[in-house]
């Protein structure tokens, strides 16, 4: 079987570099190279979850990204339902924004949201200081205020 998603791509870039880009069959990308004529000097593999999220990177030791201590089950709704083994992080209000879940770092978050599900507060306590971010949007919907 042959997906249309699935393809590479080369670009040189104005150093002489060649940055070639490989996508899998579900359009997800699965190697970027980089190579100066016929030395490779990076080399990254992917590997994504069920839910698209980054789930593996390998190749170059020195241009690996760090493991995340994180582990999650999504459901179909692609919504969090077990965040490192605990099955109530995340609570959703009945339109499915997370209202109440863990940021990266383990910090619990509070979050609110208008009339057309477009995030308007994030509030949460990193080392003692509380944060209150607020968000605000144009007549176009855009964001106009942070």
Same mark, same amino acid.
């Given at each position: 079987?042959?997906?249309?998603?699935? =393809?590479?791509?080369? $670009?040189?870039?104005?150093?002489?570099?060649?940055?070639?880009?490989?996508?899998?069959?579900?359009?997800?990308?699965?190697?970027? %190279?980089?190579?100066?004529?016929? %030395?490779?000097?990076?080399?990254?593999?992917? #590997? =994504?979850? !069920? +839910?698209?999220?980054?789930?593996?990177? %390998?190749? %170059?030791?020195?241009?690996?990204?760090?493991?995340?201590?994180?582990?999650?089950?999504?459901?179909?709704?692609?919504?969090?339902?077990?965040?490192?083994?605990? &099955?109530? &992080?995340? $609570?959703?209000?009945?339109?499915?924004?997370?209202?109440?879940?863990?940021?990266?770092?383990?910090?619990? =978050?509070?979050?609110?949201?208008? &009339?057309?599900? #477009?995030?308007?507060?994030?509030?949460?306590?990193?080392?003692?200081?509380?944060? #209150? !971010?607020?968000?605000?949007? +144009?007549?176009?919907?855009?964001? +106009?205020?942070?």
């Amino acid at each position: 079987d042959h997906s249309p998603l699935a =393809f590479s791509t080369s $670009v040189i870039l104005p150093n002489g570099i060649t940055r070639k880009m490989t996508l899998d069959e579900l359009g997800d990308l699965s190697a970027i %190279t980089y190579k100066s004529k016929d %030395t490779t000097l990076v080399d990254y593999q992917y #590997r =994504f979850d !069920e +839910a698209g999220q980054l789930a593996e990177q %390998t190749g %170059t030791p020195a241009w690996v990204l760090p493991k995340q201590a994180a582990s999650a089950r999504y459901n179909e709704l692609n919504q969090i339902t077990e965040w490192n083994g605990e &099955a109530n &992080a995340f $609570v959703y209000d009945k339109d499915g924004n997370p209202i109440k879940g863990v940021l990266a770092d383990g910090v619990p =978050f509070e979050a609110g949201y208008d &009339a057309e599900n #477009r995030l308007t507060k994030l509030n949460f306590t990193r080392d003692n200081v509380q944060y #209150r !971010e607020q968000f605000a949007y +144009a007549h176009d919907h855009m964001l +106009a205020q942070y």
